[in-house]
């Protein structure tokens, strides 16, 4: 009788020792899978900017007026900007929107001191 409880109970760990290192082996974070860090990300949603209005430029750039980034769209959209190399979180960001309506009037939106 004890050799089949110490059986048992040795069968028991080695199948809990299989099942943890199985699962600590898939759940591995891989270089690849690394979780992106964005610099900004929006969505343009409800006719934002209307299809009659051509295209739109949004412009990021960091607290000394460098350009970090820009993306066009038309219509509605989702825009994702990756955090590039050597940018701090800690700092902010200055965005602007560049677009114009079928009036031909051009607007511009700008936003400062925007944290990342």
């Known amino acids: ?3 089949i409880t110490l059986l048992a109970n040795l069968l028991l760990v080695f199948s809990l020792l299989t099942l943890t290192f199985s699962c600590n082996k898939d759940d591995e ?35 000394n007026g ?5 993306k066009s769209w038309i219509g509605n959209a989702s825009l994702e900007f990756p ?6 979180k ?10 114009s309506r079928p009036s031909e009037q051009l607007y511009v939106y700008s936003y ?5």
């Open 112 to 116: 400062d001191q925007v944290p990342i």
């Open 90 to 99: 800690d700092q902010s960001i200055s965005i602007s929107i560049i677009h």
């Open 66 to 70: 460098l350009l970090l980034a820009e």
């Open 83 to 88: 955090l590039p190399n050597g940018v701090n």
């Open 29 to 63: 974070i891989k270089e690849d899978d690394a979780v992106q860090e964005f610099l900004f990300k929006i969505s343009f949603s409800n006719d934002w900017l209307c299809s009659e209005c051509g295209e739109a430029t949004l412009f990021i750039s960091d607290e």
């Open 1 to 3: 009788m004890k050799k």
